[in-house]
């Protein structure tokens, strides 16, 4: 079955920091989503994007977090002044047409530790 | 807003046996899909499986089926059978044609007990 892909597997930062999250969908989906899951909680939404833009994004998904799709084929999760709060596994996630019956495809996280 | 709530933090099983873990939802919407997702421990979420609201059949997928109620709205997922590598934490979702979002539920650790 397709993957997506998500680099790196680990991040640790210190408080203040910038970090970018990266993601490969799969090729020919067209709509990308980020989730994060504090350890032990819930999964939760904080941003969708189709036609370079973002359809929905959550009340956690503050100025401080942007994402783009840079070249037609990664899509990135930015956050330019990391809290410790921002310590969490982060999920991008991706579907072919956007149909509400479709499931996501998940990447394999990437655990960011904020210090 | 539309709420997803899984009440069962844990479930333990006996290998073999069957275990149902409970879902409930809340939603003025019509058009919607609700989904089971499994989490396992390299914490990658995989499909389990999907209902769709219009249909009334319950969905099956080998060992596991759900029991859909939507009136009272509940979306339960029955695992048969059960085995070793079922272990896992259990997400339901939900999402409504209106949204690109899908919404999880909290939860459920299930231990599969040799």
């Known amino acids: 079955e397709p993957e997506v892909t998500q680099t790196p597997s680990h991040q640790v930062t210190q408080m203040g920091q910038e970090v970018i999250l990266r993601c490969v969908p799969i090729?020919?989906?067209?709509?990308f989503y980020w989730y994060r899951q504090i350890l032990g909680q819930k999964v939760e939404f904080l941003v969708s994007?189709?036609?370079?833009?973002?359809?929905?994004k959550s009340e956690i998904f503050d100025d401080q977090f942007s994402v783009e799709r840079p070249d037609g084929s990664n899509f990135t999760l930015k956050i330019r002044s990391t809290k410790l709060e921002d310590s969490a596994m982060y999920f991008c996630?991706?579907?072919?047409?956007?149909?509400?019956?479709?499931?996501?495809?998940f990447g394999s996280g990437t655990q960011l530790s904020v210090l | 807003a539309q709420t997803v709530t899984q009440s069962q933090p844990e479930m333990s099983v006996q290998e073999a046996e069957t275990v149902t873990l409970s879902c409930t939802y809340d939603?003025?919407?019509?058009?919607?899909?609700l989904f089971w997702y499994k989490q396992p421990p390299s914490r990658q979420m995989i499909l389990v499986i999907r209902?769709?609201?219009?249909?009334?059949q319950n969905a099956t997928e080998n060992r596991f089926s759900v029991n859909f109620q939507k009136a009272a709205k509940s979306f339960s997922l029955k695992i048969s059978d059960s085995q070793l590598g079922d272990a896992a934490m259990y997400f339901c979702?939900?999402?409504?044609?209106?949204?690109?979002?899908?919404?999880f539920g909290t939860g459920t650790r299930l231990k599969v007990l040799a």
């Open positions: 994007f189709y036609n370079n833009e973002i359809s929905e």
């Open positions: 979702a939900y999402r409504s044609s209106g949204t690109y979002k899908y919404i």
């Open positions: 996630a991706s579907t072919g047409h956007g149909a509400v019956g479709e499931k996501l495809f």
């Open positions: 090729s020919n989906h067209l709509y």
């Open positions: 209902q769709e609201a219009y249909k009334q």
């Open positions: 939603t003025s919407e019509s058009d919607y899909y």
